[in-house]
């Protein structure tokens, strides 16, 4: 398998991840400064399902235009599991959507979360385990790396999509971004019931 085949997926997924969080996090801090109101009769589960669907369709179509248009149009090699690997993104798009409405909390300036996600890339990007061996990683680092979705979502993506194993070879990392999206998906509900009628 060549160099570019082996790291464009990571990267890719990589990008998503980080731009995903930049997005949402621009989102909730400009209609903070905005003082944005709902009605009085949305609650803040149809504020939150609203926001995740909007996000994943987001996402979706994040995932055309890379993984099947850009990879295509490049000419890499992989990408034959495209279903299941859908499949896998979704999962991890509902942990990285439920992960940016949670930090989405804390930014009450549209300049904070950019900032944030600039710093955070490379470090993530590490953490992954794609890049550099787990087993050189200090504990903390190696616990800390389990609760970020891009850790799944890279590892996922390049057993999936560039050595074609089928979903059952990659059940620990569909298991860890399941509970992810499981944990962050209650973490942003509750956000966005603190911040409510607040936009978030």
């Not at 949402?24 to 949305?42: D, F, H, Q, V, W």
């Not at 055309?64 to 990408?79: K, N």
């Not at 909390?105 to 385990?129: A, D, H, N, Q, Y």
Request: glycine fraction near 8%.
């Amino acid at each position: 398998v060549a160099y570019s085949n082996y790291v464009v997926p990571a990267v890719f997924v990589a990008m998503v991840h980080q731009i995903m969080l930049i997005v949402i996090g621009l989102r909730a801090g400009t209609l903070y400064e905005r003082k944005k109101e709902y009605s009085k009769r949305l609650k803040p589960f149809k504020i939150w399902l609203g926001k995740m669907s909007a996000f994943l369709l987001f996402m979706a179509g994040y995932f055309v235009y890379l993984f099947i248009i850009m990879y295509r149009l490049y000419g890499f090699s992989g990408g034959e599991r495209l279903l299941e690997w859908f499949l896998f993104y979704m999962i991890f798009a509902v942990a990285t959507i439920g992960l940016g409405l949670t930090i989405g909390g804390l930014f009450k300036e549209r300049e904070t979360p950019i900032v944030f996600i600039v710093v955070t890339s490379l470090p993530l990007l590490f953490m992954s385990g794609v890049i550099w061996p787990v087993w050189k990683m200090p504990l903390a680092i190696q616990a800390l790396r389990l609760c970020v979705p891009m850790t799944y979502g890279i590892n996922g993506a390049v057993r999936l999509f560039v050595m074609n194993v089928s979903l059952g070879y990659i059940l620990p990392y569909i298991y860890g971004c399941s509970i992810l999206s499981i944990l962050f998906g209650f973490t942003s509900y509750l956000t966005i019931k603190k911040r409510y009628p607040l936009e978030m």
